[in-house]
């Protein structure tokens, strides 16, 4: 990924951080987990945790009055580094979709917990 700093492509993800999860622009206070990619073991745990975690938002969703059809979707984080030692903002939010979560396995985790709880997904693109 490029560094908002120094424009190189020199931007990769910290081997410990916390993602965050946004769904229609609405955050859980349990909306984040920690990740830790320093072995295979801990790398296989992320799958499991976004999954928990989408569960817990569907779920949380599902007891809302007026709930729209889910149009967005963030997992972000903070915890990035450049290569060149650019210091980056703790504000600063990069995606994770396909750099930790293949797009393809995130889509079947939401369309499974939508049909579980009756939710309409209806992503922009």
Known sequence: M???KCLNNTLSISSKGVINITINGKQMDAGRFLFNLESQEKKQQLKPALKAKLQE?????SGFQNKAPITFVSIDTSDMRC???????????FSVIDVLIPKAELLELLAVEAKCYGIEIQLQE
């Open 57 to 61: 938002f569907f779920k949380w969703y």
């Open 2 to 4: 490029y560094c908002p």
């Open 83 to 93: 290569e060149e030692g650019c210091g980056i903002s703790a504000k600063s939010r």
